[in-house]
């Protein structure tokens, strides 16, 4: 019969006419299942009406019933309005118009063979000879079927998931029973658009989520004996690692229709494809560095979660700290994404190796194994569609064999080129020719195409350490599959990750040895990826990872200071001081006889507990000369303060935890205590040097061998290092020593108390006076209950009386200079406390002369840091019965003076009388003033003259 359907489109690819809304042609009606039935007679009976429209030559009017189909002898007879051909005025060109044909249904079903079982040809038989029809030249009556019984003729491929969630599902039909057509596609036609004979088949489509019906058609057309495929829209926003079986696969059925309308029935070939779609993108979520190949040594975090390397040689070798040529150092980093990126994992195929699918729709989930061996394994016809890595051997090198011979999940990755495209070592070991593939892609047997592979980039200050550099390892910037987390992993690497998490390795060199000794110039340096897609060709989201992006490279010992404390918890500090009187010396804190607790502070973590080395002064006694001697080093013992027992006392170390850098918790400040004792140590000061290193095994000094010249004037104070600022210790049991502390490096013991006495005579106020305003004993001063106790500093290295001598006097009690004054410029004794070694006074005031009283304290402070204070508002006390007072000197250590004065008088006193005089007139009658004046009643004395009548005077 003829077919009269809408043109259709040869394009192989028939994604054009998905999501126009309109059907190509009109669909099956699905029932609405899990499983759509498709039936052959979905075609309906036998086509009684047609409507044709023709074109030719013609003078006259066809008749009505005058056209007849001669079909192989068998003539078939139509019934048909009378036919006016029209000439086109433009084109002279004459047709008729659409006709309606109803077809003799008898004569049709009388036709032998029968058009059921095969097709037939038919021509038009005109009744006039002049009549000639160039257009329809003929017409195929078929009920035929068409045939997907026979496997050749259809061959449908599984599913090739898209970037962005798309699908591909491609086939190709051809079926060999249906007769060509007399013509061809386009018989007289210009292009097949005219000519209703065409052969092109129609295929419907249907897809649904696996858990519910199918209720969307897709509808095209393509030529027999095509390869066909339909790209489908967006389906899913999600990744297809971790998706179950059922929930999240979308599966697609199909069936044939020939240009007769008559539809395929199911068959083996037409079964429903299943697969997950992904559309998400691959995420680059962390990058872990280690010292190993095995990921087992992990360099550690700094103090804010950073990654932290060296290239220091004596981290990788601490035996013999190898370095040069010959001595590469390599870091290992761990990249991990959250799927396998191309090229390591999808073989080339379209499929992920082990990903966890079934993407036969066998019932099975990659249960090809062996790896891409080009085999078909599980016996279903196709090679390598659902694969898994278990059990792949390696094979012989064959170029372009669609064999992984190396067992790394590419697939003839590698040009024939004598180099390591895929970074993993090995050169030519798995080949392809004639592809022609440009630099960092690999060949992708799926699409046929090129396909670029991830790369690594690394940046920094160190042009040695950048990845690609042209010279040295880091010229290879591929990185290389390690694992991928799913059910039948078998590498404990990727065990504890979510489903499709994926590691990575690359080796980085660090040696860097044209730059510096000791490797690397140290900085930031920073890790991306690039070029790196998905199984199905989603990019990664973004080329720096969401972690460990950025790794600081630090081969500096740590930075060490220290501090001195007056108690265990370390809050109360020490003051510094020229402990000296030289200004060529620095200050540093003055310690007495006491436990001496200090604190380690380093600028990083601690890789090991710090050694604190204390070179003690000599034997010079009594003065205060001693310096610190080499014969004279106490080791004191270090404890950790992080996780550390509150009851710990280092100085015995009773209850104290000890560090461990490998269990204990992450630590940057230590304690120690050193017992200052006369019977163990000289005054004087000591010098202090700290052995310490970083995780990284950048270390200060290593005290068991050697120690600089612990002298104050060492202008390069402890750091005598032999290979330059900065560097470690390359040799074991070399001399090197850390560069001077920034803080800490000295500190001085004092445990003599002041000398006696440790003041001069009072300024104010005068002993056994009253108080005076200001600092003044003058009688013209105003008195006050608020005085200003002034007194002076013996040996102040001043002019004091201002005769141009300093410190002249003897502290006698004597005018010594003659100038009226007693001690006014005096100079302590021998034994005495020098103005320079007082840090401090103390001032008591009292009522009790002895001091015996303490509720009869007025004033008591132990912190006076000048030489006069004054008072609060005092009661009144008269001279008779003073106010006491004396002063205590404290020194740089904080030993205390006896008071002053000295013996044999024990105290200063002073009276104050605030209260103003009261003055009183009594009036006598006699010159002996023994009879006062008789008072009237008004109290007022009167005399006795009569004279004044007692008027008032």
């Known amino acids: 019969m003829c077919a009269n359907f809408p043109v259709l489109a040869a394009d192989k690819k028939i994604s054009s006419n998905l999501g126009a809304g309109k059907p190509l042609a009109i669909p099956p009606v699905p029932d609405h299942r899990s499983e759509i039935t498709l039936r052959a007679t979905d075609a309906g009976t036998r086509g009684i009406t047609r409507d044709i429209k023709g074109q030719g030559q013609a003078e006259e009017d066809i008749p ?85 019984i026979t496997p050749s003729n259809l061959i449908t491929y599984p599913i090739v998931p898209l970037p962005g969630g798309r699908a591909r599902f491609s086939w190709l039909f051809g079926d060999p029973l249906t007769p060509p057509d007399p013509d061809g596609d386009v018989g007289s036609c210009s292009d097949h658009t005219c000519n209703l004979t065409d052969q092109r088949f129609q295929y419907q489509f249907y897809f649904r989520k696996k858990t519910e019906s199918y209720t969307i058609s897709i509808t095209g057309s393509a030529s027999p004996a095509e390869n066909s495929f339909s790209d489908d829209d967006a389906l899913s926003t999600t990744d297809r690692f971790g998706k179950s079986a059922d929930a999240d696969q979308y599966c697609y059925t199909m069936r044939v229709q020939d240009t007769a309308g008559n539809f395929s029935g199911r068959a083996t070939g037409m079964d429903e494809k299943c697969f997950v779609p992904d559309g998400k993108a691959p995420v680059f979520q962390s990058v872990h560095f280690y010292k190993d190949a095995a990921f087992t040594q992990a360099f550690p975090k700094d103090v804010v979660g950073k990654y932290t390397v060296t290239s220091n040689p004596c981290y990788f070798d601490p035996v013999t700290c190898a370095r040069g040529v010959g001595n590469p150092r390599y870091i290992y980093l761990k990249l991990i994404v959250s799927e396998p990126l191309f090229g390591q994992f999808h073989g080339g195929y379209t499929t992920m190796a082990d990903d966890g699918v079934d993407n036969d729709n066998d019932g099975l989930s990659d249960d090809e194994t062996g790896g891409f061996n080009g085999l078909d394994d599980d016996g279903d016809g196709q090679i390598d569609e659902d694969v898994s890595m278990a059990g792949c051997v390696v094979s012989p090198v064959v170029a372009n064999d669609a064999v992984d011979n190396d067992c790394d999940g590419h697939v003839d990755e590698e040009a024939a080129n004598g180099l390591d495209d895929d970074g993993d070592g090995q050169i030519d070991e798995d080949t392809w020719t004639g592809k022609g593939c440009a630099a960092k892609e690999l060949w992708n047997h799926a699409q046929q195409a090129c396909v670029k592979s991830p790369r690594i980039a690394i940046s920094g200050p160190d042009i040695e350490g950048q990845v690609p550099y042209g010279a040295g390892n880091n010229g290879n910037d591929t990185i290389r599959w390690v694992c991928t ?65 950025i790794v600081r490279v630090d081969n500096e010992p740590p930075e060490v200071s220290l501090g001195y404390y007056k108690n265990v918890t370390l809050t109360t500090g020490y003051a510094s001081y020229d402990h000296d009187n030289n200004p060529s010396t620095p200050i540093m804190p003055v310690v007495p006889e006491t436990n001496l607790y200090m604190k380690v502070t380093l600028n990083e973590y601690s890789g090991a507990t710090p050694t604190i080395s204390i070179y003690t002064p000599n034997d010079a006694t009594p003065s205060y000369t001693g310096v610190p001697q080499d014969a004279n080093l106490v080791v004191v013992p270090t ?44 005054n004087g000061y000591a010098a202090v040097s700290v052995w310490a290193r970083d995780r990284l095994n ?191 000197a404290y020194d740089l250590a904080g030993n205390e003076g006896p008071w002053s004065p000295p013996d044999p008088k024990s105290y200063y006193s002073f009276g104050v009388d605030t209260t103003k005089p009261q003055i009183t007139v009594t009036y006598y009658s006699d010159s002996a003033r023994a009879i006062p004046l008789v008072r009237n009643k008004s109290g007022i004395p009167v005399t006795t003259d009569t004279a004044s009548a007692g008027e008032k005077v």
């Open 64 to 148: 009505a019933d005058s056209i007849t189909l001669n079909c192989g002898g068998n003539v078939v007879r139509t019934t048909h309005a009378l036919i006016s051909p029209e000439a086109d005025p433009d084109t002279g060109i004459i047709s008729f118009p659409y006709t309606s044909f109803t077809f003799n249904q008898a004569d049709i079903a009388a036709i032998v063979p029968p058009i059921s079982s095969s097709a037939i040809w038919c021509t038009l038989n005109l009744p006039q000879p002049s009549i000639t029809w160039t257009f329809p030249n003929g017409f195929r009556l078929d009920e035929v079927v068409p045939d997907v």
């Open 485 to 549: 987390a799913w059910s039948g992993n078998s590498n404990p690497l990727c065990d504890g990750y979510a489903t499709g998490t994926t590691i990575y390795s690359y080796r980085w060199e660090v040696s860097g040895e044209s730059v510096s000794p000791v490797g690397l110039a140290e900085g930031d340096y920073t890790i991306t990826l690039s070029q790196g897609i998905d199984g199905v060709g989603n990019t990664l989201s973004s080329p720096s990872p969401q972690q460990g992006g």
């Open 698 to 888: 950048n270390m200060a000094w290593d005290p068991t061998n050697a120690h600089a010249q612990a002298s104050q004037y060492d202008a390069n104070g402890l750091s005598d290092d032999l290979n330059g600022d900065g560097y470690p210790t390359y040799t074991p049991a070399s001399q090197e020593p850390d560069a001077q502390l920034s803080s800490g490096q000295y500190f001085a013991i004092d445990m003599i108390p002041p000398g006696s006495p440790a003041m001069g005579l009072p300024i104010t106020p005068c002993d056994g006076t009253i108080a005076r305003q200001g600092v003044t004993c003058s009688t013209a001063a105003n008195t006050t209950n608020s005085p200003i106790l002034t007194w002076k500093r013996l040996s102040n290295g001043l002019d004091d009386d201002n005769d141009g001598f300093t410190d002249e006097e003897t502290y006698d009690f004597i005018d010594n200079d003659s100038d009226g004054w007693i001690d006014e410029d005096a100079m302590a004794p021998a034994t005495g406390t020098k103005a320079w070694e007082i840090s401090s006074w103390r001032l008591q005031v009292s009522s009790d002369m002895n001091f015996a009283t303490p509720t009869e304290y007025f004033y008591d402070n132990k912190n006076v840091t000048s030489a006069n204070v004054m008072l609060t508002a005092i009661p009144d006390r008269p001279a008779s019965a003073p106010y006491y007072w004396r002063v205590a």
């Open 639 to 682: 404890y950790t303060t992080c996780g550390q027992n509150t009851n710990c006392d280092p100085c015995t170390g009773n209850n104290c935890v000890q560090f461990n850098p490998d269990t204990s918790p992450p630590c940057m400040v230590f304690m120690a205590c050193y017992q200052v004792a006369s019977s163990t140590v000289n």
